[in-house]
Each structure stands twice: as C-alpha cells, then as structure tokens.
C-alpha cells in the first residue's frame, strides 16, 4: 500500500464511521483505478459511463484487490461479478447504484 492509499482509508473510514474495512479498501481501489485512466488520458469520462469504461474500472479494481488485499479478494470478486452482470442497469442508474452494490455486497 503506498502512503496515499492509507490516507486515503483513513480518510474514508472517519467520514463513513459505519463502512467496513472491505468497503472503504474497494473505494480505495475504485479511486485508483479511476486516477490512473484520468491520468493517462484526462478525457476518459468525456463521452460519459460506457459499459467499456465500467467494465475496465471493475477489472482495474479487481487486479489492485488481488495484488493489495488478497485476503478480501474473493469477497470483492463476487461482488464485482454481480456489478459486471447488472452493467446495463447500472448505466441507467448512475455511479450511485455502483456504491450500493458493493455496499450491500460487502
């Protein structure tokens, strides 16, 4: 873990007094994931949340879980698995209903 990503934790677990560890890691991931396709190409979200960009967000997110938490891997990878299975929906809904999902997952 590198010293922006615990901050970032810490952060998220005192706004969120009721998050789990899982949960506050899978957005850790989230915003890495988000960071690093904005940082190689700033116009990422300009065409919006396309299936594809939702898709790569998730498999990002997948691979930072694996190699950074391996021991709640298999819980977020059911729980990214539902989000890749409902992308559709999700689109119509918005970035909320990614929140939900994985907050009801995890």
Do not use: S
Request: aromatic share 8%.
């Amino acid at each position: 873990m590198t010293q922006q990503e615990m901050e970032m934790f810490q952060h998220i677990k005192e706004t969120n007094p009721n998050i789990t560890d899982a949960n506050a890691w899978t957005r850790v991931g989230i915003g890495e994931q988000i960071d690093t396709m904005l940082n190689a190409d700033p116009h990422t979200f300009d065409n919006g949340w396309t299936q594809k960009l939702v898709d790569t967000i998730v498999r990002g997110l997948q691979r930072w879980i694996e190699r950074n938490l391996p021991q709640i891997a298999e819980m977020v990878r059911n729980a990214l698995q539902h989000v890749l299975e409902n992308i559709g929906p999700w689109i119509q809904r918005g970035i909320e209903w990614l929140w939900e999902t994985l907050t009801d997952w995890l």
